[in-house]
């Protein structure tokens, strides 16, 4: 019998036992704890971290030290997805609205004829330049029209420029995988590319179905996250990732852009005063760093490196025509009708990164079938990571030369809120820290609206409850209950002082609107 369940098991492949599943749990552990600890270094020397975790999968992968063969280009397009779900999820969740409402025709026109204008240009390098078919030559410059969300957010939130700036460019990347996606599809197709006006037709319906989905699932998720009280506080953060994930599909089922749909539901929540919002913050960032680790690493392990050498030339001249002419005629375009400053338009034709999304949408054509498709994938992977490393690091030298740099303003409160569902009221829990002017404000002189009070002031680790003269200091913890009717007052008049002082209604901040 023995001899006979040996010949059976021939030819089989070996079964997953639990040593296997301890060893790849190994794996995957070090490699985290590997990338975790290049974030320091990245952020040390300004490299963009996308490059440091595209080296560890190379270096996992075929013709490097751990010469993993992996070709998988079909899973590697689901796991992108997925992970550009929770970077966009996460990349919203952080989005001001009082910074992108400002922002939101320019960066919908750089989104949709910036896109346009792009791909043209792009296509039209590719195709002249380099000899590249025409249809190779869309999908190229299909796929690097697009600017990376992880990239953007990931580097601009580090720079101190003008909300404006800021703005547009989160918006953008938030708003241009919609579009480019479906011109990626449409262009990848083995039958004949369809008539320009039909692509604008099915762009436009399938934009207005994801936002309207997206925007409908963020309110309404808000609305109830905002009057229920979940039993642990830890369940928030998961609530609202799910949330999150369920407007990217719904709007991918209802025919529309769940990328747009996950932001716009993302950015509701995110500036809806959810209940324990610094831990979902944090949460949300978390997951978004995993996402980015674990998306790069794969792209890495997808590329063969032996196999670039005749791709470096083509890549560099597409990636300056795309850095040099298109995008630059693209902000030009797009920009000077809503009367953007020079230096405003210089630094964002500089500042359209590409990362990891431009090379998962060059999967698509892999899937599909296309012609010199793996030639595709090889010159979008040398443009991203050549002009990363060009564009990432110069970013703050070149805001500095064009005087963008803004200057340091007061510390924005921390607060995070409690529902007491059956007391009809909220605790909030303020942190007052360094540079906040409400530092050496008594706490009448915070003016809080009726029905909210400072109850408790925690200090130096001791806690006291506060008279009204009580002098508030740097550090301190503040815990305020306010009647639900006043929860939102009460916030919006903490901030304003924060950022204004005690007179900070008189003087008209503007924080506390």
């Not at 013709?63 to 997805?81: H, S, W």
């Not at 530092?439 to 003016?447: A, C, D, P, S, T």
Request: with cysteine.
């Amino acid at each position: 019998m023995r001899p006979r369940a040996s010949r059976a098991r021939q030819g089989r492949e070996p079964p997953l036992t639990v040593h296997h599943l301890n060893q790849l749990l190994l794996v995957c552990s070090l490699v985290l704890l590997v990338a975790v600890a290049a974030v320091r270094v990245s952020s040390r020397s300004g490299l963009p971290s996308l490059l440091v975790y595209l080296g560890i999968g190379v270096l996992m992968g075929q013709d490097g030290i751990g010469d993993i063969r992996f070709d998988n280009a079909e899973l590697t397009q689901v796991i992108g997805y997925a992970a550009l779900v929770v970077i966009l999820a996460e990349g919203g969740l952080g989005t001001k609205w009082k910074e992108i409402e400002p922002a939101l025709p320019a960066a919908s026109a750089l989104a949709l004829a910036g896109v346009a204008v792009s791909v043209g240009v792009t296509a039209a390098g590719a195709h002249y330049l380099t000899g590249l078919e025409w249809r190779q030559a869309l999908i190229i410059g299909a796929v690097v029209s697009s600017t990376d969300a992880a990239a953007v957010f990931s580097v601009l939130r580090r720079i101190p420029l003008p909300a404006r700036v800021t703005g547009t460019l989160e918006a953008e990347s938030g708003f241009n995988d919609a579009p480019v996606v479906i011109l990626v599809v449409a262009f990848s197709q083995t039958g004949p590319v369809e008539h320009w006006y039909v692509l604008v037709g099915e762009i436009a319906l399938e934009l207005a179905i994801g936002a309207a989905i997206g925007l409908a699932v963020g309110w309404l998720g808000s609305w109830g996250l905002r009057h229920v009280a979940l039993p642990a506080s830890g369940l928030y953060p998961i609530a609202v990732m799910a949330i999150a994930v369920t407007a990217y599909a719904a709007g991918a089922l209802a025919h529309g852009s769940g990328f747009l749909g996950v932001y716009l539901a993302s950015m509701v929540m995110g500036n809806a005063k959810l209940p324990h919002w610094p831990a979902t913050r944090g949460f949300a960032d978390g997951l978004g760093w995993i996402a980015q680790i674990g998306m790069f690493v794969l792209l890495g392990l997808l590329v063969t490196p032996h196999e670039l050498g005749d791709d470096v030339w083509p890549a560099l001249v597409i990636g300056l025509v795309l850095t040099m002419v298109a995008r630059p005629l693209s902000v030009v375009l797009c920009l000077t009708p809503f009367r953007v400053p020079w230096q405003e338009q210089t630094l964002m034709s500089w500042a359209g990164l590409r990362g990891a999304v431009p090379i998962i949408l060059a999967t698509i054509p892999m899937v599909s079938g296309i012609e010199a498709s793996r030639r595709i994938f090889n010159i979008v992977f040398v443009l991203v990571v050549v002009y990363t490393l060009v564009q990432g690091p110069t970013l703050p030298w070149l805001a500095r030369k064009l005087r963008l740099g803004e200057d340091s303003e007061a510390a924005d409160l921390g607060v995070e809120s409690a529902p007491l569902e059956r007391l009809r009221g909220h605790l909030l829990s303020v942190a007052i820290p360094e540079g906040s002017k409400m530092h050496g404000v008594e706490v009448n002189e915070l003016r809080l609206p009726g029905g909210a009070a400072v109850t408790l002031v925690v200090r130096e680790g001791k806690s006291f409850v506060p008279l009204p003269t009580t002098v508030l200091r740097h550090g301190d913890e503040l815990l305020v209950v306010a009647t639900d009717p006043v929860r939102d007052a009460a916030e919006k008049r903490l901030r304003a002082v924060g950022h204004g002082g005690k007179l900070a209604g008189w003087l008209g901040t503007g924080r506390d609107r």
